[in-house]
């Protein structure tokens, strides 16, 4: 079956006011072009869940789409704050976000129980310390077997995953390489997927390295072509992390009037993707774009 | 930032170079970025060749050509020995005990290293928003050594943490053998100081300081009523080639130095 549609129908036909989702990858393949498109169609309430929410979450933020935030880190990476949560969470803040929060290993524990068909996920963790106190969410067992107390956290099924990868067929059979994150975990914990690739490719070249899948298209209800989709991010083979852009946004996000002027310009103000790539300064891209590292592959046959 | 030539050194560089003596050649790093970052490639140039850095991105084996500028970043993976899903770094590396040192930093450490990078003040009412815990807590749960890096001041150095994110040596009066876990706890608070080491009871003891740095001020700098080891040593400094290491080889854009 062709899944193959733009961005817009797959936000269009997939997110609801009020939903969850969760934009995946961890520092690499976030897609930023999905969140952007979630703030151009104005939705909602939404229950934004990720381990490390980043410049994109902030930017659902700010933008009013995010009712509850689930997560585990907070921050922009190798920068600083995210400026827009601080601003709906600290003492002074009017309009509160709702926070539930875990360390990484509940947090991800939690999208291997959804997407491993349990009711809950087993840890050893939380022993000492605040993060269960605060988070009713996080129980403990005894083990049946030896009698330890270990941790637990209920299993969380976002209603929507959009995961990025490098190249996917038009049934959404992704591969992916390079940092993983927890796109698996949250592909299978969700009720649907999106999965937005740099390039579609044939079944054919997907048979042919079936090792590099990392979700198989029957679970994936949409496929988007969305070259570049991950900027500032990066793309293992494609392209590098704008690092200039995650320190400049300090400044541009530090006051909520020169981060609704970004918004206005990088987002609202544009159609679509493409809208968003021409706004970027000249040679950029070819800056960022990787230098070849090829692999020599592998001999499948039998 | 220029450094000159023949500058003695920085309290960035003091403590990388502190912090690169505490590990051991073989030792299964689990790598932060910044000065922890900084520290296992010192290490790896000075003593400790055969360093294992494992990052919490999924990166197992690293040997990044440039420093890392997150946490996930390209260069980890490039040449890496294996790249693993996160779900096999928390459960198959750190929960299954293969992880002998780590490396933590925080906004606020108390005498038993507990460590807070969740608020400054009330959880539901907090006065600052910090990003918290990542994989700290588990770190801290499961890591066999952990090094504390942090710089020193009454107001990181506290007497009681607003929130414990990652649990040290004792939580509420209850030991990490009462509360069941795994790992070693804190071994040393490594700041620009001098070191702090942790006795018997599970509480930091002051055991050196650098060059032209007294104990007193030390304790001044410390938010509980610190205790000074009976014969407090002196911390080796970064010698020369090292610095030159340092600024012109490990970090010369200087992004964490």
């Known amino acids: 079956m062709n899944k193959l549609c733009s961005m817009k129908e797959a936000i269009a036909s997939s997110v609801r006011n009020g939903g969850s989702l969760v934009i995946d990858g961890f520092t690499h393949l976030i897609c930023f072009a999905a969140g952007h498109e979630i703030i151009r169609q104005g939705f909602r309430d939404l229950t934004a869940i990720r381990l490390t929410p980043d410049l994109v979450y902030d930017q659902l933020i700010e933008a009013g789409a995010v009712r509850k935030l689930v997560f585990s880190w907070a921050g922009n990476p190798g920068v600083g704050s995210l400026h827009a949560l601080r601003r709906r969470s600290e003492a002074s803040s009017a309009e509160r976000l709702e926070l539930e929060e875990y360390s990484h290993f509940g947090l991800l524990s939690r999208l291997m129980a959804g997407s491993a068909g349990l009711p809950f996920w087993p840890l050893s963790n939380y022993q000492g310390g605040d993060i269960a106190r605060v988070n009713p969410a996080i129980k403990t067992v005894q083990c049946p077997y030896t009698g330890r107390q270990l941790a637990t956290v209920p299993a969380l099924h976002p209603d929507v995953a959009i995961i990025h990868c490098q190249r996917a067929d038009r049934e959404g059979n992704a591969q992916v390489w390079g940092l993983l994150g927890s796109q698996k975990e949250a592909a299978f914990a969700a009720r649907k997927v999106i999965v937005v690739a740099e390039e579609i490719v044939s079944t054919e070249l997907i048979r042919r390295d079936p090792n590099r899948t990392l979700v198989p298209g029957i679970i994936v209800s949409h496929v988007v072509h969305e070259p570049w989709g991950c900027h500032p991010s ?61 692999c020599e592959g592998v001999d499948y046959g039998y | 930032m220029a450094i000159e030539t023949g500058a003695g050194p920085t309290a960035s560089e003091r403590m990388a170079y502190r912090a690169s003596q505490e590990l051991r050649d073989g030792d299964v790093v689990f790598v932060g970025i910044g000065l922890p970052n900084l520290a296992c490639n010192l290490a790896r140039e000075i003593h400790a060749p055969g360093l294992f850095m494992i990052y919490e991105s999924g990166a197992v084996g690293a040997m990044p050509e440039r420093l890392p500028v997150s946490i996930g970043d390209p260069s980890l993976v490039t040449n890496s020995l294996a790249v693993v899903g996160q779900a096999d770094i928390f459960q198959c590396m750190l929960q299954r005990g293969l992880i002998e040192v780590g490396f933590l930093g925080g906004a606020q450490v108390d005498r038993w290293g507990n460590i807070n990078t969740t608020v400054i003040g009330d959880h539901a009412n907090p006065k600052v928003r910090l990003p918290g815990s990542g994989g700290a807590c588990e770190i801290a749960v499961h890591a066999r050594r952990l090094l504390i890096v942090m710089r020193m001041s009454r107001r990181t150095f506290v007497e009681s943490c607003d929130f414990v994110t990652s649990p040290g040596h004792r939580v509420n009066g209850r030991s990490r053998e009462e509360l069941g876990m795994p790992g070693g706890g804190p071994t040393r608070i490594i700041t620009d100081l001098g070191v702090l080491d942790f006795d018997t009871t599970g509480e930091a003891v002051l055991t050196e300081v650098y060059p032209g740095v007294t104990p007193e001020q030390v304790r001044q700098s410390c938010g509980w009523p610190l205790r000074v080891a009976e014969t407090v040593r002196q911390s080796t400094e970064p010698d020369a080639s090292v610095l030159t290491l340092l600024r012109e080889k490990l970090d010369p854009k200087r992004l964490y130095l």
């Open chain 1, 234 to 294: 990066f793309v293992q083979g494609f392209h590098d992390r704008d690092n200039d852009f995650y320190v400049k946004w300090e400044d541009i996000s530090r006051q909520p009037e020169t981060y609704r002027a970004w918004l206005e310009e990088f987002v609202y103000g544009v159609k679509d993707r493409q809208g968003y790539l021409s706004r970027l300064e000249s040679g950029l891209l070819d800056k960022l774009r990787a230098k070849a590292r090829i």
